[in-house]
């Protein structure tokens, strides 16, 4: 399925995103706006309330956002069953947001995929020539086996770009998540994807580095049963 259906959720990066999008964080908005010039406000396509909070993957997502003219583009590039977006936006100026959500660090420690034989050559060459174009260290992990779950995300945001779509892609890192025992600073996460990015051989100041923005919700201001 490429609409999929989530439960209410009551921990964790599930229960965070669905919050902060529906009841409008000005702790997720504004940082993300602080990075789209001339962009005042961000309509949130999913995960919607009244949409029974559904994420979105392949040409469902892109239907979400205002771009079905590239579902041939993207199946040509990606395999079926490719990553299943947190969340997704569009500014009122036209930027395309895809989101990636985290409350603890294990999250980020992906297993590789487990697609098919077939299936895993278009994703290894899709991973290999984003790895390319960002100038990543030869000696890099191969991205389909470490991390992979951040490099598909960035292989999409680079997808985007080459269509010439204002596409950003926006980890979503909350802070102060008890249950999970998750990081209580920015640093914390920080340093996290400094391990990432050694590993997958990219320089901090990649070429897409501009178009990720990383925003950090606390949510030791909210209560899980502020939007219930």
């Given at each position: 399925?490429?609409?999929?259906?989530?439960?209410?959720?009551?921990?964790?990066?599930?229960?965070?995103?669905?919050?902060?999008?529906?009841?409008?964080?000005?702790?997720l908005d504004e940082p993300i706006l602080a990075k789209l010039?001339?962009?005042?406000?961000?309509?949130?396509?999913?995960?919607?309330?009244?949409?029974?909070?559904?994420?979105?993957?392949?040409?469902?997502?892109?239907?979400?956002?205002?771009?079905?003219?590239?579902?041939?583009?993207?199946?040509?590039?990606?395999?079926?069953?490719?990553?299943?977006?947190?969340?997704?936006?569009?500014?009122?100026?036209?930027?395309?947001?895809?989101?990636?959500?985290?409350?603890?660090?294990?999250?980020?420690?992906?297993?590789?995929?487990?697609?098919?034989?077939?299936?895993?050559?278009?994703?290894?060459?899709?991973?290999?020539?984003?790895?390319?174009?960002?100038?990543?260290?030869?000696?890099?992990?191969?991205?389909?086996?470490?991390?992979?779950?951040?490099?598909?995300?960035?292989?999409?945001?680079?997808?985007?770009?080459?269509?010439?779509?204002?596409?950003?892609?926006?980890?979503?890192?909350?802070?102060?998540?008890?249950?999970?025992?998750?990081?209580?600073t920015r640093e914390a996460w920080d340093a996290a994807y400094?391990?990432?990015?050694?590993?997958?051989?990219?320089?901090?100041?990649?070429?897409?580095?501009?178009?990720?923005?990383?925003?950090?919700?606390?949510?030791?201001?909210?209560?899980?049963?502020?939007?219930?």
């Amino acid at each position: 399925m490429t609409r999929v259906v989530q439960p209410l959720g009551t921990k964790g990066s599930l229960l965070w995103i669905q919050q902060a999008v529906n009841d409008h964080w000005t702790s997720l908005d504004e940082p993300i706006l602080a990075k789209l010039s001339g962009s005042n406000r961000i309509e949130w396509r999913s995960p919607l309330e009244h949409d029974d909070f559904a994420e979105y993957r392949d040409g469902d997502f892109l239907d979400r956002v205002g771009l079905s003219h590239l579902r041939p583009a993207l199946k040509e590039f990606w395999p079926e069953r490719g990553p299943q977006w947190d969340a997704l936006g569009v500014s009122d100026r036209g930027d395309v947001l895809l989101v990636e959500a985290k409350a603890h660090v294990a999250e980020m420690c992906s297993p590789g995929t487990a697609a098919r034989p077939d299936s895993r050559e278009r994703i290894n060459r899709a991973l290999v020539s984003c790895a390319e174009r960002l100038d990543a260290r030869v000696s890099r992990a191969p991205w389909t086996d470490h991390f992979y779950q951040l490099a598909n995300r960035i292989a999409h945001l680079h997808f985007l770009r080459e269509q010439g779509v204002p596409a950003y892609l926006v980890l979503v890192n909350f802070l102060n998540d008890e249950a999970m025992k998750g990081p209580t600073t920015r640093e914390a996460w920080d340093a996290a994807y400094q391990v990432a990015l050694h590993v997958m051989g990219l320089r901090k100041g990649h070429a897409l580095s501009k178009h990720i923005i990383e925003v950090f919700p606390d949510v030791a201001t909210y209560r899980p049963t502020d939007s219930q």
